[in-house]
């Protein structure tokens, strides 16, 4: 079923006409797949457990991700974008200053804008390249992802040949994501070997087709954050709950290095910072004071130091680990924009205007929106429209905002509260508990409240 669904996602090549891609035959291949599965978890979690049943369950899970490792992005086009950002950052330059549109429209000859012209010359070193910036998506904003995830797209682009075209370029990108996807995989197995688990729980995350569409097909970058936080947190559950005992420094390292990990999951997507009170609270209690002090100080300064490429036109930490010897001034450059050259451009975008798929985000904005006269209000607002003009009305100008936008940051406000609410609440609750398995569920519980409150909702966050 999964080579079916590799031949199907051919004619979702990029450029090929909507109406010839097989959308419903797709999605039924994939319904088809979660029922296979489901059945199958059922079925791993009944049998007793071997060696030899959880090498099945990897060598399946390999050759699942191997059959759609070759094949096109089923309607995605996020890949492109990494490739686009791994030349940058591989040629030691920063990827948050300057947009794929500016760069495809900038020529030659910006004297006094050394930087915009090396990225020109990453540009036109390959027509796959160029190929490969003419599909990115939203062009007009620089890219949102954190600069972990950004030396990992490096990594790909100093694996791939110079003169690659499109399909090689996917192809070795879609390979270092996968590395991180069977990396996760691995450490959960040793989790819920710590855990006492049944083994068969190895399954649910080795051959879930979300999983596998998401990481092997469509190549997302999420399976690198994802991997640090799995990572994080079985370093913390080796030093919270050891078996069998350990002694205290052994411990202190298992927590400090949760703290490194979790840091650079950070780096790579920023959502995993919602575990550091969990993480922070449990250490307090379980090994005083100091111990919390310093790991929060790590945390903070692995954090920081990943994310400051955000907020500063000077590249230096981040080009160190890149391409010595390259000058650090990068001017800002106006192409048709008052904003080129800020680095935090993409994230505040992202952070103040994005909603796709949103839910309960979506319920909490639209009590929050008045009704314009073209449009007629959702069946759920249930809140006078006179009361939401007035609310509108009145937080507009002091926060300096247009009209438009006060119900979204309204709404971000408000859901950002319920969820610190929530978070703090668990990690009190964490913190009490003797069990590494309850633990972990309050792991759990914070990451999906925190998805659940989301404005953005792809599906491949849920992995």
Same mark, same amino acid.
């Given at each position: 079923m999964?080579?079916l669904?590799?031949?199907?996602?051919?004619?979702?090549?990029?450029g090929?006409? %909507?109406?010839?891609?097989?959308i419903?035959?797709?999605?039924?291949?994939l319904?088809a797949?979660?029922?296979?599965y489901?059945?199958?978890?059922r079925?791993?979690?009944?049998?007793?457990?071997?060696a030899?049943?959880?090498?099945?369950?990897?060598?399946?899970?390999? +050759?699942?991700?191997?059959?759609?490792?070759? &094949?096109?992005?089923i309607l995605?086009?996020?890949?492109?974008?990494?490739?686009?950002?791994?030349?940058?950052?591989?040629?030691?330059l920063?990827?948050?200053?300057f947009?794929?549109?500016?760069?495809?429209?900038?020529?030659?000859?910006?004297?006094?804008? *050394?930087?915009? %012209?090396?990225?020109?010359?990453?540009?036109?070193?390959s027509?796959?390249?160029?190929?490969?910036?003419?599909?990115?998506?939203y062009a007009e904003?620089?890219t949102?992802?954190?600069?972990?995830?950004q030396f990992m797209?490096?990594?790909?682009?100093?694996?791939?040949?110079r003169?690659?075209?499109v399909? &090689?370029?996917?192809?070795?990108?879609?390979?270092?994501?996968?590395?991180?996807?069977?990396g996760?995989?691995?450490l959960?197995?040793r989790?819920?070997?710590h855990?006492?688990?049944?083994?068969?729980?190895?399954?649910a995350?080795?051959?879930?087709?979300?999983?596998?569409? %998401?990481f +092997?097909?469509?190549?997302h970058?999420?399976?690198?954050?994802?991997?640090?936080t799995?990572?994080?947190?079985n370093?913390?559950?080796?030093?919270?709950? *050891?078996?069998?005992?350990?002694?205290?420094?052994?411990q202190?390292?298992w927590?400090?290095t949760?703290s490194v990990?979790?840091?650079v999951?950070?780096?790579?997507?920023?959502y995993?910072v919602?575990l550091g009170?969990?993480?922070?609270?449990?250490?307090?209690?379980?090994?005083?004071?100091?111990?919390?002090?310093?790991?929060?100080i790590?945390?903070?300064?692995v954090?920081s130091?990943?994310?400051?490429?955000?907020?500063?036109?000077k590249?230096?930490?981040?080009?160190?680990?890149?391409?010595?010897?390259?000058?650090?001034?990068t001017?800002?450059?106006r192409?048709?924009?008052?904003? =080129?050259?800020?680095?935090?451009?993409?994230?505040r975008t992202?952070?103040?205007?994005?909603k796709?798929?949103?839910?309960?985000f979506?319920?909490?904005?639209?009590n929050?929106?008045?009704?314009?006269?073209e449009?007629?209000?959702?069946?759920?607002?249930?809140? *006078?429209?006179?009361?939401?003009?007035? @609310?509108?009305? &009145? =937080?507009?100008?002091? @926060?300096?905002?247009?009209?438009d936008q006060?119900?979204?940051?309204?709404?971000r406000?408000?859901t950002?509260?319920?969820?610190?609410?929530?978070?703090?609440?668990?990690?009190w609750?964490?913190?009490?508990v003797?069990?590494?398995?309850?633990?972990?569920r309050?792991?759990?519980?914070?990451?999906?409240?925190?998805?659940?409150?989301? *404005?953005t909702?792809?599906?491949w966050?849920?992995t």
């Amino acid at each position: 079923m999964y080579g079916l669904l590799g031949w199907w996602s051919l004619p979702f090549e990029y450029g090929r006409p %909507e109406e010839a891609r097989p959308i419903l035959l797709v999605m039924l291949l994939l319904a088809a797949l979660f029922v296979l599965y489901l059945r199958a978890l059922r079925t791993a979690l009944r049998m007793r457990a071997t060696a030899g049943f959880v090498q099945i369950v990897i060598v399946f899970a390999l +050759a699942f991700r191997l059959v759609l490792l070759f &094949t096109p992005p089923i309607l995605e086009v996020d890949l492109y974008r990494y490739i686009w950002d791994g030349h940058v950052t591989a040629a030691g330059l920063n990827p948050f200053q300057f947009s794929p549109a500016e760069v495809m429209a900038a020529g030659a000859g910006h004297i006094g804008e *050394p930087d915009l %012209e090396r990225i020109i010359a990453v540009r036109n070193q390959s027509l796959g390249l160029r190929e490969i910036l003419s599909r990115v998506h939203y062009a007009e904003l620089p890219t949102v992802y954190p600069p972990t995830s950004q030396f990992m797209f490096a990594l790909a682009a100093w694996t791939t040949p110079r003169d690659a075209d499109v399909a &090689t370029l996917r192809l070795v990108m879609k390979c270092w994501i996968l590395a991180f996807d069977v990396g996760s995989l691995l450490l959960l197995w040793r989790l819920h070997t710590h855990l006492n688990w049944p083994l068969g729980w190895t399954l649910a995350y080795g051959w879930c087709p979300l999983v596998l569409k %998401e990481f +092997a097909n469509s190549g997302h970058l999420d399976s690198i954050a994802v991997f640090f936080t799995v990572a994080a947190v079985n370093a913390a559950v080796f030093g919270l709950f *050891p078996r069998p005992a350990i002694g205290r420094r052994r411990q202190v390292a298992w927590v400090l290095t949760a703290s490194v990990l979790l840091a650079v999951g950070v780096g790579a997507k920023l959502y995993p910072v919602v575990l550091g009170p969990l993480l922070l609270v449990t250490i307090l209690r379980r090994l005083g004071g100091v111990t919390a002090i310093l790991t929060t100080i790590v945390f903070l300064g692995v954090a920081s130091m990943l994310l400051s490429p955000f907020v500063s036109h000077k590249f230096d930490a981040f080009a160190d680990m890149t391409r010595a010897g390259l000058p650090s001034d990068t001017p800002s450059v106006r192409i048709g924009h008052d904003s =080129v050259g800020d680095p935090s451009r993409g994230l505040r975008t992202f952070l103040t205007q994005w909603k796709m798929n949103d839910f309960l985000f979506l319920l909490t904005e639209a009590n929050l929106r008045p009704t314009s006269k073209e449009a007629v209000a959702p069946w759920f607002a249930v809140t *006078p429209d006179v009361w939401r003009s007035a @609310l509108t009305a &009145t =937080v507009a100008p002091a @926060l300096g905002q247009p009209a438009d936008q006060v119900p979204f940051l309204l709404a971000r406000l408000l859901t950002c509260l319920a969820f610190m609410g929530l978070a703090l609440w668990w990690a009190w609750r964490a913190a009490f508990v003797d069990s590494s398995a309850v633990w972990c569920r309050y792991v759990f519980l914070t990451l999906a409240w925190f998805w659940l409150l989301s *404005p953005t909702q792809n599906p491949w966050y849920w992995t």
